[in-house]
């Protein structure tokens, strides 16, 4: 079986096509026919040695990939009713060696795996699961009221455009950072403000609040630059296990989604939402398993718009 991997770390020449050996669905599992599988931060990191020490205690290859849509082909004991073989779903994947989304076939446990949006392509529906529940646990840590401000920074990258749509549906204020050609697009994904992106954004979300932001969702790793947006009292989550050090009372979390990795129920109504056009998929380009390399260097040169995307 095919998958895209790495026997030793490095740039994105050492992905290659691999062969893994066939797996089969356990009690309380699914196995997928991947037929999409994203391209993400945290794969770079599985990819060029960031992540190595976590990686030695396993056997190469190494497959990156916490994201996949695809058909289900069979179902263990126990799975309930709501999973089928036959049911086009989507699935956040935790990699661990060669357990990761970039292979034609993977087995999950049930509680990782949804529905995908009636209508999406498998392209566009490998794009929801982790950035989804990413943005999604960084609201529920913010834990802000209707009526309260967000800022937002990374505004226009896959995880800032989810969670600009999802804080609007739960009728909070959003301002947000873009680039001047990003201005555009942040709007329309909801945010009520939009002001330049750079190291100093903290002063222009003070220009508008100067009393400072209810709660900050640091998609653009600015970490302590954006902390001084936030008001006393108020509270800031990270993407990157980044916690400020204590000050004015600010509730400082890390998001990491790996705890969210079998919340189906979460997952599941993000699925909803987007069938409700609540939320936005989007796909910024396509690539085989072969040209893998090819879609980590562009992710690696920054600007994109939407998920790139391995088809299998």
Not at 216 to 227: C, F, T, Y
Not at 242 to 252: L, S, Y
Request: proline content about 6%; charged content about 25%.
């Amino acid at each position: 079986m095919r998958a895209v991997g790495l026997f030793t770390q490095g740039d994105p020449d050492v992905l290659q096509v691999v062969d893994v050996p066939e797996v089969h669905a356990g009690p309380g599992e699914v196995r997928i026919r991947v037929h999409a599988a994203t391209v993400n931060p945290t794969d770079v990191a599985v990819r060029n040695g960031a992540r190595a020490e976590r990686q030695k205690a396993d056997p190469p290859p190494y497959v990156p990939g916490m994201e996949a849509a695809g058909i289900i082909d069979e179902v263990g004991d126990g799975v309930p009713d709501r999973l089928k073989v036959g049911d086009a779903v989507i699935a956040i994947v935790v990699p661990k060696g060669n357990h990761g989304a970039y292979r034609e076939q993977i087995v999950l446990d049930a509680r990782s795996v949804a529905r995908a949006p009636a209508g999406a392509t498998h392209a566009e529906a490998a794009t929801l699961p982790m950035n989804g529940l990413t943005a999604r646990q960084s609201l529920d840590l913010l834990a802000l009221s209707p009526g309260q401000v967000l800022a937002v920074t990374g505004a226009a990258g896959a995880y800032g455009g989810y969670i600009i749509q999802l804080a609007k549906a739960e009728d909070l204020t959003v301002i947000a950072d873009a680039s001047e050609r990003d201005e555009a697009l942040v709007a329309a994904l909801g945010a009520d403000i939009v002001v330049r992106r750079g190291d100093d954004v903290a002063a222009r979300f003070r220009g508008h609040f100067p009393d400072g932001v209810d709660g900050l969702a640091d998609g653009a790793v600015l970490n302590e630059r954006a902390i001084p947006a936030v008001r006393d009292g108020g509270a800031f989550t990270s993407v990157r296990g980044f916690v400020g050090d204590p000050q004015r009372d600010i509730r400082f979390t890390a998001t990491l989604v790996s705890s969210y990795a079998q919340a189906w129920e979460k997952l599941d109504r993000l699925r909803q939402q987007v069938e409700a056009g609540q939320i936005t998929l989007r796909v910024a380009e396509i690539y085989p398993p072969e040209r893998a390399a090819d879609a980590h260097r562009r992710l690696e040169a920054g600007g994109t718009r939407g998920r790139l995307v391995i088809r299998f």
